[in-house]
T-cell receptor, first 113, second 112 residues
Framework: EAGVTQSPTHLIKTRGQQATLRCSPI?????VYWYQQALGLGLQFLLW???????NRGNFPPRFSGRQFPNYSSELNVNALELEDSALYLC????????????FGPGTRLLVL | GESVGLHLPTLSVQEGDNSIINCAYS??????FIWYKQESGKGPQFIID?????DKRQGQRVTVLLNKTVKHLSLQIAATQPGDSAVYFC???????????FGRGTSLIVHP
């Protein structure tokens, strides 16, 4: 069974540009979570989607947004990129019930120059 | 030995030793706990989980111990191998919550 997949693996942008990151969950999972992991720091929760709806968002500005498609895949968009947005962006998926294990993808490394 | 500083706590062991990685969690209402392994440049990988109605759970070469009295979780790795070198972090989930709280992690270095 395929795990969570993310694309691209690496992304280089300049300040002010927009970035789009993609995630495909494990088959059967309806929930997708996005996290930011800056170098040397823990996972910071960004967004949670379930059944196509945004269910919760972390303490990030509105320029971080996303969506979930009918096939449960998801996109994370970061507008007006800033240097401090450089990080590993991780997507995780789970069954859409509380207390379920989240399984992570390999991440997208975003570098903002 | 183990050290804590500006960087992640680090545990250095020799190949073949047993490793114990500790995690203090914050919420006494948390009832589900997970250990993840993250190798350099990769996403976190699920290792083992435990629910609060248990105090010990074993997997392949790994054991998780839960002490709810002092809000402490540990991961024991038997016969540590160089491939076990990674950052290990715990996650706690409060009952009814969908978003776990992740610890910062401990860097395990296994010397051949």
């Amino acid at each position: 069974e395929a795990g969570v997949t993310q694309s691209p693996t690496h992304l280089i942008k300049t300040r002010g540009q927009q970035a789009t990151l993609r995630c495909s969950p494990i088959s059967g999972h309806t929930s997708v979570y996005w996290y930011q992991q800056a170098l040397g720091l823990g996972l910071q929760f960004l967004l949670w989607y379930d059944e196509g709806e945004e269910r919760n968002r972390g303490n990030f500005p509105p320029r971080f947004s996303g969506r979930q498609f009918p096939n449960y895949s998801s996109e994370l968009n970061v507008n007006a990129l800033e240097l401090e947005d450089s990080a590993l962006y991780l997507c995780a998926s789970s069954f859409g019930t509380s207390g379920e294990t989240q399984y992570f993808g390999p991440g997208t490394r975003l570098l903002v120059l | 030995g183990e050290s804590v500083g500006l960087h992640l706590p680090t545990l250095s062991v020799q190949e073949g030793d047993n490793s114990i990685i500790n995690c203090a969690y914050s919420n006494s209402a948390s009832d589900y706990f997970i250990w993840y392994k993250q190798e350099s440049g990769k996403g976190p990988q699920f290792i083992i989980d435990i629910r609060s109605n248990m105090d010990k759970r074993q997997g392949q070469r790994v054991t998780v111990l839960l002490n709810k009295t002092v809000k402490h979780l540990s991961l024991q790795i038997a016969a540590t191998q160089p491939g076990d070198s990674a950052v290990y972090f715990c996650a706690e989930n409060k009952g009814g919550s969908y978003i776990p709280t992740f610890g910062r992690g401990t860097s395990l270095i296994v010397h051949p």
